[in-house]
């Protein structure tokens, strides 16, 4: 079974989360988004649509079967209806979002099926990502039993602790959202968390962290202080105190201790923000949107930032004053800033990578250089 999972002409909108990456590797939600479909169909093989500088590392496959929109969030009913109407065509909402190369018919899905539309709904829609994933996470099999000294408030039953997943004395609550432990990960001593949450493979909540849902963090990030409604992707840390509200980290980034960052105006008014598709400002009907920055970027210590910054991949942010709302790839800098020399780039970015026992491969330093010289 082959499955072709598009960007869906979307790919911009959710940049600079998905400069270095398509719309399918995307974490939201208890999955990134192509390990969700392997989930629901153990037997395929996925390959990518998505930007031309990323299609070396993430190839299509010629002989694909079927196109799926990777902005699709499948539920257990979505892939139960997909497998009971498997060759038809689907649209949803009046929409095409997965298309046989051989199909001879069309259907409409009617029902709970989350589609994302701008970056800014990967924190949005979360919750009700969360509450879904849950239940594939339960067809897997029983949670690991929760220690004795450790308060549930809510519903014990809506947290899930996969295998080695540790939990110490802390206080969970799962009145308005699940709480998921995937594989080894840990919550620490003193910590606060109210649902929903997914925390990642061997991933950390650290010390007296204070949680607050609709929150996913990536396989392998350490986060600590407090949290409030973001998407943090794999291999990224916020470690200490400061606060990040509606907000999307990317992969490889790193939060120096006492970050902050505002997630709502002082006038309480609604968002403009970048977006790339457009090359600008957008003018959003949100109220709340926090820190969005790129793979491979990182800030220093005591680094504040204003509602809705955006920062593109492999920026380096420090000082004492409120950086520019908009910090474009490869800059260095705070107040202001320099072009981060390529090689310097590149050597930050392995620094950080062989902590985990990975580096940058040629296919990455082609995307990179791509970008580098684009910028």
Not at 124 to 153: C, H, M, W
Request: proline share 3%; charged share 25%; aromatic share 10%.
């Amino acid at each position: 079974m082959n499955l072709l999972l598009t960007d869906n002409g979307l790919h911009m909108e959710f940049a600079p989360l998905t400069l270095l990456k398509p719309v399918a590797k995307l974490l939201v939600g208890a999955f990134i988004i192509e390990d969700r479909w392997k989930e629901l169909f153990p037997d395929a093989q996925i390959s990518y649509e998505t930007e031309d500088y990323l299609s070396k590392k993430f190839p299509a496959n010629p002989d694909v079967e079927v196109r799926i929109a990777a902005n699709v969030i499948p539920n257990l009913t979505f892939a139960t209806f997909l497998k009971d109407n498997w060759g038809k065509n689907i649209s949803f909402q009046g929409k095409e979002i997965v298309r046989f190369s051989n199909a001879t018919n069309s259907i409409e899905f009617v029902g709970d099926l989350v589609v994302l539309e701008k970056r800014w709904e990967l924190f949005k829609k979360n919750a009700q990502i969360l509450e879904n994933d849950l239940a594939i996470f339960q067809k897997r099999g029983d949670s690991e039993k929760l220690p004795g000294y450790v308060t549930v408030i809510g519903d014990e039953n809506k947290v899930f602790l996969s295998k080695g997943a540790k939990v110490l004395p802390s206080i969970l609550n799962t009145t308005d959202g699940p709480i998921i432990l995937d594989e080894d990960s840990e919550i620490m001593e003193g910590s606060m968390v109210r649902g929903g949450l997914y925390l990642g493979q061997h991933a950390a909540l650290k010390m007296g962290t204070k949680l607050y849902g609709a929150t996913s963090i990536g396989h392998y990030s350490k986060v600590g202080g407090e949290v409030g409604n973001s998407v943090v992707q794999p291999y990224s840390n916020k470690g200490h105190d400061g606060y990040i509200g509606n907000a999307l980290i990317g992969e490889w980034c790193n939060l120096g201790a006492d970050t902050n960052s505002s997630n709502l105006k002082n006038n309480y008014g609604r968002i403009r923000t970048y977006n790339y598709a457009l090359g600008g400002e957008e003018q959003t009907q949100e109220q709340f949107m926090g820190l969005t920055m790129g793979d491979h970027s990182k800030c220093g210590i005591n680094t504040m930032f204003n509602t809705a910054t955006v920062i593109g991949i492999s920026s380096n942010i420090y000082g004492g004053d409120f950086p520019q709302k908009f910090i474009p790839s490869f800059q260095w800098g705070g107040a202001e800033f320099v072009p981060f020399k390529f090689d310097k780039a590149v050597e930050a970015a392995n620094a950080m990578m062989v902590r985990r026992g990975k580096k940058l491969e040629a296919d990455d330093l082609e995307m990179l250089r791509f970008l580098y010289d684009k910028k």
